[in-house]
């Protein structure tokens, strides 16, 4: 039988990469952040009607507060989803 191990949220979101492979003066998103283009617009808050949206379609976030997304961010286009944020 294999070992499984249950890890809060916060230890999931905080510990996906390990440390020692995050190069000095970056953090853990550096590799995401070399390959997706900031969009035009910049990034923003959801609004309160989206977060709304969100949860009525069984969407959870540890904070919806730091959640960012593009203006062409389209709530009842996912599918239940567990949010974590940086």
Not at 24 to 43: E, I, M, S
Request: with cysteine; hydrophobic share 35%; charged share 20%.
């Amino acid at each position: 039988m294999e070992k499984v191990t249950v890890l809060t949220s916060d230890r999931l979101y905080n510990s996906f990469l390990d440390p020692k492979y995050i190069p000095a003066g970056q953090n853990k998103y550096y590799l995401r952040n070399t390959q997706v283009c900031a969009p035009k617009n910049g990034w923003r808050h959801l609004t309160s009607s989206e977060i709304e949206t969100l949860v009525k379609n069984d969407n959870t976030a540890m904070s919806w507060d730091n959640i960012l997304v593009t203006d062409e961010f389209d709530p009842t286009s996912t599918l239940p989803l567990a949010l974590y944020h940086r």
